[in-house]
């Protein structure tokens, strides 16, 4: 089982960007399915965005379409969500998540590995 530690949070004006990090221990990562979901308080925890292991294909929900993009680079162990055009309603605790599905999957209960998440603040 591996660890997740996610960086890069904070507060930003709406319209601004942000980019978070994650940072992967393990030698399975490269083989991972890798998801961003986040937590708003008092909501369940919903999918953002998630990519492949060989980083082929991305896929989002319909929510952030558009405005954030997932990346990795195996090399460096690392998944990042780049975010633009932040809104209000983006605010929330950022999770990174690996699983082991081969293709795409938005079901959290598919994702095993977890990290202590990153809280991302939206002002308006």
């Known amino acids: 089982q591996g660890q997740l530690v996610e960086s890069g949070g904070g507060l930003v004006q709406a319209g601004g960007s942000l980019r978070l990090s994650c940072a992967a221990s393990g030698r399975t990562f490269s083989r991972k399915t890798m998801g961003w979901f986040r937590q708003a308080p008092g909501k369940e925890r919903v999918f953002v965005a998630g990519i492949t292991w060989s980083g082929g294909m991305q896929y989002y929900a319909d929510s952030v379409k558009g405005r954030f993009t997932i990346s990795r680079d195996n090399a460096k162990n690392t998944v990042y969500l780049q975010m633009a055009s932040l809104k209000p309603e983006d605010t929330a605790v950022y999770y990174c998540?690996?699983?082991?599905?081969?293709?795409?999957?938005?079901?959290?209960?598919?994702?095993?590995?977890w990290g202590q998440g990153t809280q991302v603040t939206v002002a308006s």
């Open positions: 998540a690996a699983s082991d599905v081969v293709f795409t999957t938005r079901s959290p209960v598919e994702y095993k590995d």
